[in-house]
Protein backbone atom coordinates (compact mmCIF):
# COMPACT_ATOMS: atom_id res chain seq x y z
CA UNK A 1 0.00 0.00 0.00
CA UNK A 2 1.47 3.59 -1.09
CA UNK A 3 2.49 5.38 2.49
CA UNK A 4 0.26 8.21 1.92
CA UNK A 5 -2.61 6.03 1.37
CA UNK A 6 -1.67 4.22 4.61
CA UNK A 7 -1.24 7.73 6.40
CA UNK A 8 -4.64 9.14 5.08
CA UNK A 9 -6.89 6.08 6.91
CA UNK A 10 -5.38 5.99 9.68
CA UNK A 11 -5.19 9.54 10.00
CA UNK A 12 -8.54 9.26 8.87
CA UNK A 13 -9.80 6.66 11.54
CA UNK A 14 -7.78 8.18 13.94
CA UNK A 15 -10.48 11.84 13.53
CA UNK A 16 -13.39 9.24 13.58
CA UNK A 17 -12.17 8.46 17.31
CA UNK A 18 -12.29 12.34 18.14
CA UNK A 19 -15.21 13.21 16.58
CA UNK A 20 -17.38 12.09 19.82
CA UNK A 21 -15.30 14.42 21.53
CA UNK A 22 -15.42 17.16 19.90
CA UNK A 23 -19.11 16.96 19.46
CA UNK A 24 -19.48 17.01 23.35
CA UNK A 25 -17.22 20.04 23.48
CA UNK A 26 -19.50 21.88 21.21
CA UNK A 27 -22.43 20.59 22.85
CA UNK A 28 -21.98 22.90 26.15
CA UNK A 29 -24.71 25.54 26.52
CA UNK A 30 -24.14 26.31 29.59
CA UNK A 31 -21.00 26.58 31.77
CA UNK A 32 -22.14 27.16 34.99
CA UNK A 33 -23.87 24.10 35.04
CA UNK A 34 -21.12 22.08 33.45
CA UNK A 35 -18.42 22.83 35.63
CA UNK A 36 -20.69 22.25 38.68
CA UNK A 37 -21.08 18.82 37.24
CA UNK A 38 -17.71 18.24 36.75
CA UNK A 39 -16.87 19.44 40.29
CA UNK A 40 -19.50 16.78 41.72
CA UNK A 41 -18.20 13.67 39.29
CA UNK A 42 -14.41 14.33 40.64
CA UNK A 43 -15.50 14.86 44.53
CA UNK A 44 -17.79 11.95 44.53
CA UNK A 45 -15.19 9.73 42.95
CA UNK A 46 -12.79 10.73 45.57
CA UNK A 47 -14.78 11.40 48.72
CA UNK A 48 -12.89 7.87 50.22
CA UNK A 49 -9.43 8.81 49.99
CA UNK A 50 -7.48 10.49 52.83
CA UNK A 51 -7.78 13.65 51.04
CA UNK A 52 -11.09 13.59 50.35
CA UNK A 53 -12.38 12.20 54.31
CA UNK A 54 -9.82 14.76 55.54
CA UNK A 55 -11.95 17.87 53.98
CA UNK A 56 -15.35 15.85 54.27
CA UNK A 57 -16.04 15.64 49.97
CA UNK A 58 -19.17 13.84 51.12
CA UNK A 59 -20.76 16.82 52.55
CA UNK A 60 -20.01 18.82 49.72
CA UNK A 61 -23.23 19.91 47.79
CA UNK A 62 -22.53 22.99 45.33
CA UNK A 63 -19.51 24.91 44.18
CA UNK A 64 -20.20 27.55 47.05
CA UNK A 65 -19.94 24.63 49.72
CA UNK A 66 -16.45 23.30 47.95
CA UNK A 67 -15.00 27.05 47.97
CA UNK A 68 -15.88 26.98 51.84
CA UNK A 69 -14.77 23.60 53.16
CA UNK A 70 -11.24 23.11 51.24
CA UNK A 71 -8.25 25.79 50.56
CA UNK A 72 -6.31 27.04 47.84
CA UNK A 73 -3.15 24.84 47.62
CA UNK A 74 0.05 25.10 46.31
CA UNK A 75 2.31 21.95 45.36
CA UNK A 76 4.30 22.34 49.08
CA UNK A 77 0.74 21.31 50.51
CA UNK A 78 0.95 17.78 48.52
CA UNK A 79 4.48 16.60 49.64
CA UNK A 80 3.32 14.95 52.61
CA UNK A 81 0.90 12.76 50.23
CA UNK A 82 2.82 12.19 47.45
CA UNK A 83 5.69 10.62 49.83
CA UNK A 84 3.12 8.18 50.69
CA UNK A 85 2.09 7.41 46.88
CA UNK A 86 5.56 7.51 45.87
CA UNK A 87 6.10 4.60 48.89
CA UNK A 88 2.91 2.45 47.38
CA UNK A 89 0.28 3.59 49.66
CA UNK A 90 -3.24 3.81 48.26
CA UNK A 91 -6.28 6.10 48.52
CA UNK A 92 -4.23 8.95 49.50
CA UNK A 93 -5.05 11.74 46.84
CA UNK A 94 -7.23 9.87 45.04
CA UNK A 95 -9.49 6.91 44.91
CA UNK A 96 -8.42 5.52 41.84
CA UNK A 97 -5.09 4.19 41.14
CA UNK A 98 -1.82 6.26 40.12
CA UNK A 99 -0.46 5.40 37.24
CA UNK A 100 3.08 7.62 36.88
CA UNK A 101 4.28 10.52 38.63
CA UNK A 102 5.04 13.05 36.00
CA UNK A 103 8.14 15.53 36.76
CA UNK A 104 8.02 18.86 36.23
CA UNK A 105 9.92 22.22 37.80
CA UNK A 106 9.29 23.52 41.45
CA UNK A 107 9.32 26.79 42.92
CA UNK A 108 10.61 25.74 46.28
CA UNK A 109 11.84 22.19 45.64
CA UNK A 110 13.88 21.46 42.20
CA UNK A 111 11.32 18.82 40.95
CA UNK A 112 7.45 18.42 41.48
CA UNK A 113 6.17 14.86 41.07
CA UNK A 114 2.15 14.65 39.45
CA UNK A 115 -0.10 11.76 40.29
CA UNK A 116 -1.46 10.72 36.93
CA UNK A 117 -4.52 8.64 36.86
CA UNK A 118 -6.42 6.94 34.49
CA UNK A 119 -9.21 9.59 34.76
CA UNK A 120 -6.67 12.10 34.82
CA UNK A 121 -5.19 11.33 31.59
CA UNK A 122 -9.07 11.35 30.21
CA UNK A 123 -9.19 14.99 31.41
CA UNK A 124 -6.48 15.64 29.05
CA UNK A 125 -7.83 13.47 26.34
CA UNK A 126 -11.13 15.94 26.28
CA UNK A 127 -9.27 18.50 25.04
CA UNK A 128 -6.87 17.12 23.33
CA UNK A 129 -9.41 15.19 20.73
CA UNK A 130 -11.18 18.25 20.31
CA UNK A 131 -8.14 19.86 19.55
CA UNK A 132 -6.81 16.73 16.97
CA UNK A 133 -10.69 16.94 15.59
CA UNK A 134 -10.45 20.19 14.50
CA UNK A 135 -6.93 20.06 13.19
CA UNK A 136 -7.35 17.42 10.91
CA UNK A 137 -10.88 18.76 9.61
CA UNK A 138 -9.56 22.46 9.03
CA UNK A 139 -6.24 21.75 7.47
CA UNK A 140 -6.29 20.00 3.67
CA UNK A 141 -3.82 17.90 3.19
CA UNK A 142 -2.68 16.96 6.76
CA UNK A 143 -4.33 13.78 6.81
CA UNK A 144 -2.18 12.27 3.61
CA UNK A 145 1.40 12.28 5.78
CA UNK A 146 3.25 11.11 8.73
CA UNK A 147 3.64 13.34 12.16
CA UNK A 148 6.44 14.39 13.93
CA UNK A 149 5.56 14.60 17.96
CA UNK A 150 8.46 15.76 20.26
CA UNK A 151 9.97 12.62 22.24
CA UNK A 152 11.87 12.77 25.55
CA UNK A 153 15.21 10.97 24.92
CA UNK A 154 16.56 8.44 27.55
CA UNK A 155 18.90 11.14 29.02
CA UNK A 156 15.48 11.45 31.27
CA UNK A 157 15.96 7.74 32.37
CA UNK A 158 12.69 6.00 32.99
CA UNK A 159 12.96 5.44 37.17
CA UNK A 160 10.65 4.09 39.78
CA UNK A 161 9.79 5.09 43.06
CA UNK A 162 10.05 3.07 45.90
CA UNK A 163 6.54 1.72 45.50
CA UNK A 164 7.26 0.76 41.92
CA UNK A 165 5.44 3.85 40.41
CA UNK A 166 6.87 5.10 36.91
CA UNK A 167 8.25 8.27 36.65
CA UNK A 168 7.29 10.23 33.71
CA UNK A 169 6.16 9.82 30.08
CA UNK A 170 8.44 8.81 27.54
CA UNK A 171 6.76 10.64 24.14
CA UNK A 172 3.68 13.03 24.11
CA UNK A 173 1.59 10.66 22.30
CA UNK A 174 1.06 8.83 25.78
CA UNK A 175 -1.42 11.06 26.48
CA UNK A 176 -3.19 9.78 23.81
CA UNK A 177 -3.29 6.29 25.22
CA UNK A 178 -4.99 3.33 24.03
CA UNK A 179 -6.16 2.91 20.33
CA UNK A 180 -4.81 6.89 20.25
CA UNK A 181 -1.22 5.58 20.78
CA UNK A 182 -1.26 2.40 18.71
CA UNK A 183 -2.36 4.44 15.92
CA UNK A 184 0.05 6.96 15.49
CA UNK A 185 3.16 4.86 16.22
CA UNK A 186 2.14 3.87 12.51
CA UNK A 187 2.52 7.62 10.93
CA UNK A 188 5.19 8.47 13.20
CA UNK A 189 8.24 10.31 11.06
CA UNK A 190 10.12 9.49 13.95
CA UNK A 191 10.53 6.51 15.58
CA UNK A 192 9.63 6.05 19.46
CA UNK A 193 13.19 3.98 19.87
CA UNK A 194 14.77 7.58 19.84
CA UNK A 195 13.77 7.84 23.19
CA UNK A 196 16.40 5.47 24.25
CA UNK A 197 19.12 7.18 23.30
CA UNK A 198 21.13 8.43 26.13
CA UNK A 199 23.78 10.37 23.79
CA UNK A 200 22.15 13.49 23.26
CA UNK A 201 24.36 13.82 20.15
CA UNK A 202 23.07 10.43 18.66
CA UNK A 203 19.46 11.55 19.73
CA UNK A 204 19.89 14.84 17.32
CA UNK A 205 21.60 12.33 14.76
CA UNK A 206 18.90 9.94 14.94
CA UNK A 207 15.93 12.23 14.90
CA UNK A 208 17.22 14.57 12.09
CA UNK A 209 17.87 12.00 9.99
CA UNK A 210 15.15 10.36 10.40
CA UNK A 211 13.04 13.80 9.42
CA UNK A 212 15.00 14.51 6.39
CA UNK A 213 14.09 10.69 5.75
CA UNK A 214 10.63 11.58 5.58
CA UNK A 215 9.59 13.34 2.49
CA UNK A 216 5.67 13.26 2.87
CA UNK A 217 6.16 15.00 7.21
CA UNK A 218 3.01 16.78 7.06
CA UNK A 219 2.50 17.82 10.51
CA UNK A 220 5.05 18.85 13.53
CA UNK A 221 3.77 19.27 17.10
CA UNK A 222 6.55 20.15 20.02
CA UNK A 223 6.48 22.79 22.38
CA UNK A 224 9.57 24.95 22.89
CA UNK A 225 9.40 25.96 19.01
CA UNK A 226 13.56 26.64 19.81
CA UNK A 227 13.79 22.47 19.10
CA UNK A 228 12.64 22.38 15.61
CA UNK A 229 15.45 25.46 15.49
CA UNK A 230 17.89 23.06 16.88
CA UNK A 231 17.32 20.19 14.64
CA UNK A 232 17.68 22.20 11.77
CA UNK A 233 20.99 23.78 13.09
CA UNK A 234 22.17 20.12 13.88
CA UNK A 235 21.02 18.98 10.23
CA UNK A 236 23.45 22.53 8.93
CA UNK A 237 26.34 21.59 11.03
CA UNK A 238 26.49 17.93 10.34
CA UNK A 239 25.35 17.80 6.99
CA UNK A 240 27.54 15.96 5.19
CA UNK A 241 27.59 12.55 7.26
CA UNK A 242 23.75 13.15 7.76
CA UNK A 243 23.65 13.01 3.44
CA UNK A 244 25.94 10.15 3.42
CA UNK A 245 23.16 8.18 5.28
CA UNK A 246 19.98 9.41 2.98
CA UNK A 247 19.13 7.14 -0.27
CA UNK A 248 20.61 9.13 -3.13
CA UNK A 249 17.39 10.47 -4.92
CA UNK A 250 16.78 11.97 -1.56
CA UNK A 251 20.42 12.80 -0.88
CA UNK A 252 20.59 15.43 -3.95
CA UNK A 253 17.60 17.64 -3.42
CA UNK A 254 18.07 17.76 0.46
CA UNK A 255 21.83 18.79 -0.12
CA UNK A 256 20.56 21.47 -2.03
CA UNK A 257 18.20 22.76 0.66
CA UNK A 258 20.59 22.53 3.46
CA UNK A 259 22.72 24.40 1.14
CA UNK A 260 20.73 27.24 0.37
CA UNK A 261 18.91 26.75 4.07
CA UNK A 262 15.56 26.76 2.26
CA UNK A 263 14.02 24.46 5.03
CA UNK A 264 10.46 24.57 4.14
CA UNK A 265 11.41 22.54 0.72
CA UNK A 266 12.31 19.62 2.97
CA UNK A 267 9.29 18.94 3.90
CA UNK A 268 6.96 19.63 0.56
CA UNK A 269 3.75 18.77 2.31
CA UNK A 270 4.41 20.37 5.75
CA UNK A 271 0.92 21.91 6.44
CA UNK A 272 1.08 22.74 10.46
CA UNK A 273 3.74 23.26 13.19
CA UNK A 274 1.75 23.28 16.36
CA UNK A 275 3.96 24.96 18.98
CA UNK A 276 4.25 27.50 22.28
CA UNK A 277 3.69 31.12 20.63
CA UNK A 278 2.83 33.04 23.64
CA UNK A 279 5.05 34.57 26.49
CA UNK A 280 8.58 34.19 26.23
CA UNK A 281 8.22 31.62 23.05
CA UNK A 282 6.59 34.51 20.95
CA UNK A 283 10.44 35.43 19.26
CA UNK A 284 11.31 31.82 18.34
CA UNK A 285 7.62 31.24 17.28
CA UNK A 286 7.70 34.25 14.60
CA UNK A 287 11.50 32.78 13.71
CA UNK A 288 9.39 29.55 12.81
CA UNK A 289 7.32 31.44 10.46
CA UNK A 290 9.97 33.14 8.96
CA UNK A 291 12.03 29.90 7.93
CA UNK A 292 8.43 28.01 7.13
CA UNK A 293 6.36 30.93 5.51
CA UNK A 294 3.91 28.58 3.83
CA UNK A 295 3.22 26.54 7.17
CA UNK A 296 0.59 27.25 9.56
CA UNK A 297 1.70 28.00 12.74
CA UNK A 298 -0.54 27.28 15.30
CA UNK A 299 0.42 28.54 19.26
CA UNK A 300 -0.73 25.66 21.28
CA UNK A 301 -3.27 26.57 24.25
CA UNK A 302 -2.10 26.53 27.80
CA UNK A 303 -1.00 23.15 28.65
CA UNK A 304 0.55 22.35 32.13
CA UNK A 305 1.88 18.68 33.73
CA UNK A 306 -1.14 19.22 36.33
CA UNK A 307 -3.59 20.08 34.10
CA UNK A 308 -4.82 20.46 30.28
CA UNK A 309 -6.07 24.53 30.29
CA UNK A 310 -7.21 25.78 27.03
CA UNK A 311 -7.14 24.55 23.24
CA UNK A 312 -6.52 26.25 20.01
CA UNK A 313 -9.08 26.20 16.89
CA UNK A 314 -7.57 26.57 13.68
CA UNK A 315 -7.36 30.06 12.15
CA UNK A 316 -8.87 31.42 15.96
CA UNK A 317 -6.81 34.11 18.23
CA UNK A 318 -6.69 32.68 21.99
CA UNK A 319 -7.44 28.97 22.85
CA UNK A 320 -11.09 28.07 24.09
CA UNK A 321 -10.96 27.08 27.68
CA UNK A 322 -11.17 23.50 27.72
CA UNK A 323 -13.91 23.40 29.74
CA UNK A 324 -14.58 19.42 30.01
CA UNK A 325 -11.14 18.49 30.97
CA UNK A 326 -11.48 20.19 35.10
CA UNK A 327 -13.17 22.29 37.42
CA UNK A 328 -11.98 25.98 37.08
CA UNK A 329 -11.21 28.83 39.13
CA UNK A 330 -9.81 32.27 38.12
CA UNK A 331 -7.75 34.53 40.44
CA UNK A 332 -8.10 38.35 39.43
CA UNK A 333 -5.12 39.83 39.08
CA UNK A 334 -7.28 43.45 39.49
CA UNK A 335 -9.36 42.33 42.57
CA UNK A 336 -7.62 38.80 43.92
CA UNK A 337 -10.80 37.51 43.75
CA UNK A 338 -12.08 34.32 42.65
CA UNK A 339 -14.19 33.60 39.26
CA UNK A 340 -16.11 30.84 37.99
CA UNK A 341 -15.76 30.20 33.93
CA UNK A 342 -18.98 31.67 33.10
CA UNK A 343 -17.69 35.07 35.28
CA UNK A 344 -15.18 35.50 33.08
CA UNK A 345 -14.50 39.64 31.49
CA UNK A 346 -12.70 40.35 28.62
CA UNK A 347 -9.43 42.12 28.93
CA UNK A 348 -9.48 41.07 32.23
CA UNK A 349 -5.88 38.81 33.88
CA UNK A 350 -6.71 35.82 36.35
CA UNK A 351 -4.34 33.37 37.75
CA UNK A 352 -5.72 29.91 36.70
CA UNK A 353 -6.55 27.32 39.43
CA UNK A 354 -8.08 23.70 39.10
CA UNK A 355 -9.43 20.72 40.43
CA UNK A 356 -8.49 17.31 38.62
CA UNK A 357 -9.25 13.63 38.72
CA UNK A 358 -5.30 13.31 39.65
CA UNK A 359 -5.73 14.59 42.97
CA UNK A 360 -5.02 18.27 42.75
CA UNK A 361 -7.88 20.35 44.35
CA UNK A 362 -7.89 24.32 44.35
CA UNK A 363 -4.69 24.19 43.07
CA UNK A 364 -2.95 27.80 42.01
CA UNK A 365 -1.25 27.10 38.41
CA UNK A 366 0.47 30.52 39.15
CA UNK A 367 0.27 30.79 35.08
CA UNK A 368 -1.25 33.69 34.26
CA UNK A 369 -3.89 34.22 31.02
CA UNK A 370 -5.65 37.10 29.69
CA UNK A 371 -9.20 36.94 28.14
CA UNK A 372 -9.46 38.29 24.55
CA UNK A 373 -12.56 37.40 23.65
CA UNK A 374 -15.29 34.80 23.36
CA UNK A 375 -16.72 32.13 20.69
CA UNK A 376 -19.99 31.70 21.64
CA UNK A 377 -20.24 30.92 25.40
CA UNK A 378 -16.15 29.96 25.31
CA UNK A 379 -13.64 32.24 26.76
CA UNK A 380 -10.70 32.82 24.51
CA UNK A 381 -7.60 33.07 26.52
CA UNK A 382 -4.15 33.48 26.01
CA UNK A 383 -1.29 32.56 28.26
CA UNK A 384 0.47 35.71 29.81
CA UNK A 385 3.72 34.33 32.25
CA UNK A 386 3.66 33.67 35.72
CA UNK A 387 2.36 35.37 38.49
CA UNK A 388 5.40 34.52 40.41
CA UNK A 389 9.19 34.92 39.96
CA UNK A 390 9.97 32.26 37.71
CA UNK A 391 11.99 32.75 34.10
CA UNK A 392 11.32 30.21 31.66
CA UNK A 393 12.92 31.52 28.19
CA UNK A 394 12.61 27.52 27.15
CA UNK A 395 10.33 25.83 29.63
CA UNK A 396 13.44 26.02 32.38
CA UNK A 397 10.88 27.33 35.15
CA UNK A 398 13.24 29.15 36.93
CA UNK A 399 11.85 30.24 40.26
CA UNK A 400 13.56 32.69 42.42
CA UNK A 401 12.64 30.67 45.82
CA UNK A 402 14.66 27.46 44.00
CA UNK A 403 17.37 29.88 43.50
CA UNK A 404 17.81 31.13 46.58
CA UNK A 405 17.34 27.72 48.32
CA UNK A 406 20.50 26.70 45.85
CA UNK A 407 22.79 29.12 46.71
CA UNK A 408 21.86 28.69 50.76
CA UNK A 409 22.55 25.30 50.06
CA UNK A 410 25.97 26.66 47.93
CA UNK A 411 27.12 28.45 51.35
CA UNK A 412 26.36 31.92 49.64
CA UNK A 413 23.79 33.74 51.52
CA UNK A 414 25.31 37.98 52.64
CA UNK A 415 26.34 38.60 49.50
CA UNK A 416 24.55 40.73 46.67
CA UNK A 417 23.76 37.98 43.88
CA UNK A 418 21.08 38.18 41.34
CA UNK A 419 20.82 35.98 38.42
CA UNK A 420 19.48 37.14 34.96
CA UNK A 421 18.91 35.93 31.50
CA UNK A 422 21.40 36.43 28.67
CA UNK A 423 20.71 35.13 25.85
CA UNK A 424 20.37 31.71 25.59
CA UNK A 425 21.95 31.19 29.61
CA UNK A 426 21.77 32.72 32.56
CA UNK A 427 24.20 34.84 34.28
CA UNK A 428 25.16 34.88 38.04
CA UNK A 429 26.19 38.57 39.21
CA UNK A 430 27.80 38.56 42.64
CA UNK A 431 29.78 40.08 44.83
CA UNK A 432 31.87 37.99 46.70
CA UNK A 433 36.21 37.04 47.22
CA UNK A 434 34.52 33.14 47.51
CA UNK A 435 33.32 32.73 44.17
CA UNK A 436 30.58 29.55 44.62
CA UNK A 437 31.43 26.30 42.51
CA UNK A 438 29.54 24.05 40.48
CA UNK A 439 26.82 26.79 40.19
CA UNK A 440 25.39 25.19 36.75
CA UNK A 441 25.49 21.42 38.16
CA UNK A 442 23.42 22.93 41.20
CA UNK A 443 20.70 24.28 38.83
CA UNK A 444 20.64 21.27 37.37
CA UNK A 445 18.59 19.57 40.20
CA UNK A 446 15.75 21.54 38.53
CA UNK A 447 14.20 19.16 36.52
CA UNK A 448 13.02 21.38 33.01
CA UNK A 449 16.12 23.26 33.11
CA UNK A 450 18.31 20.00 33.34
CA UNK A 451 16.36 18.84 30.03
CA UNK A 452 16.66 22.17 28.44
CA UNK A 453 20.78 22.23 28.86
CA UNK A 454 21.20 18.50 28.07
CA UNK A 455 19.41 19.65 24.61
CA UNK A 456 21.54 22.45 23.92
CA UNK A 457 18.70 25.03 24.17
CA UNK A 458 20.48 26.52 27.11
CA UNK A 459 24.02 26.67 27.73
CA UNK A 460 26.11 26.86 30.76
CA UNK A 461 25.61 29.43 33.74
CA UNK A 462 28.14 32.43 33.36
CA UNK A 463 29.32 33.99 37.19
CA UNK A 464 29.86 37.89 35.91
CA UNK A 465 32.04 39.34 39.44
CA UNK A 466 30.49 42.43 40.68
CA UNK A 467 33.61 44.91 42.02
CA UNK A 468 31.79 48.45 42.37
CA UNK A 469 28.66 49.03 44.01
CA UNK A 470 26.30 46.29 42.55
CA UNK A 471 23.22 47.89 44.96
CA UNK A 472 23.96 51.37 44.12
CA UNK A 473 24.36 50.54 40.61
CA UNK A 474 21.24 48.54 40.69
CA UNK A 475 18.80 50.90 41.95
CA UNK A 476 19.94 53.43 39.75
CA UNK A 477 19.45 51.27 36.76
CA UNK A 478 15.74 50.19 38.08
CA UNK A 479 14.86 53.93 37.85
CA UNK A 480 16.07 54.37 34.79
CA UNK A 481 13.93 51.34 34.03
CA UNK A 482 10.94 53.29 34.95
CA UNK A 483 10.64 51.85 38.49
CA UNK A 484 9.65 54.21 41.20
CA UNK A 485 12.40 54.38 43.89
CA UNK A 486 10.58 53.49 46.97
CA UNK A 487 9.58 50.13 44.72
CA UNK A 488 12.92 48.65 43.92
CA UNK A 489 14.46 46.21 45.99
CA UNK A 490 16.71 43.77 45.91
CA UNK A 491 16.00 40.61 43.84
CA UNK A 492 17.23 36.86 43.32
CA UNK A 493 16.14 37.10 39.75
CA UNK A 494 15.72 39.35 37.57
CA UNK A 495 13.55 38.56 34.68
CA UNK A 496 15.17 41.16 32.22
CA UNK A 497 18.86 41.21 30.31
CA UNK A 498 21.91 43.69 29.88
CA UNK A 499 22.79 44.05 33.06
CA UNK A 500 26.55 42.94 32.42
CA UNK A 501 26.63 46.57 30.99
CA UNK A 502 25.15 48.11 34.10
CA UNK A 503 27.29 46.48 36.75
CA UNK A 504 31.43 47.19 37.09
CA UNK A 505 32.97 44.21 37.07
CA UNK A 506 34.25 41.03 35.05
CA UNK A 507 33.11 37.71 33.86
CA UNK A 508 34.66 34.20 35.23
CA UNK A 509 33.37 31.03 33.07
CA UNK A 510 31.48 28.26 35.35
CA UNK A 511 30.79 25.07 33.80
CA UNK A 512 31.18 25.35 30.49
Known sequence: MPERIKCYIINSFSRLLY??????????????????????????????????????????????????????????????????????????????????????????SATKLIPYTKSLQIEFQKGLKPWLFDLYTQNRGL?????????????MQKKYTKGGIPIGFEEDSDYLGGWGKRLLK?????????????????????????????????????????????????????????LSELP????????KFIQDKTYHK?????????CWGDAQAHLYAEKLKMLFPHVYLQPKGLLATEGFISLPFTNEKGARLSINSHFFEFISTRDNKIYLAHELTKGEEYEVVITTSGGLYRYK????????????????????????????????????????????????????????????????????????QNVDQALRGNFHYDYCRKLGQLQAVKIFKLTGDPLREYIHECVQRGQKLGDIKPTVLHLESGWDEVFKGNYIVEGA
Not at 200 to 218: E, P, S, V
Not at 230 to 237: W, Y
Open 19 to 108: KNEYKKFLKIKDLKKQQSEKLGEILTKNKACAYGKKFNFHKIKNITAYQNLVPLTTYEDYIPYIEKIKNGEKNILTSEAVLILEPTSGST
Open 143 to 155: NWGKSYWSITPAI
Open 186 to 242: HIMAVSAKVAQEKNIAAFYDKTALALLKCKNLTFISIWNPTLLILILDHIEKNSARL
Open 248 to 255: HKRRSEVE
Open 266 to 274: LWPHLKVIS
Open 365 to 436: LNDLIKVIGFQGIFPLLKFKGKRDKVCDLFGEKLHENFLKNTMDHLGVKDSFYMFAPEQNRYVLYIQTEQIP
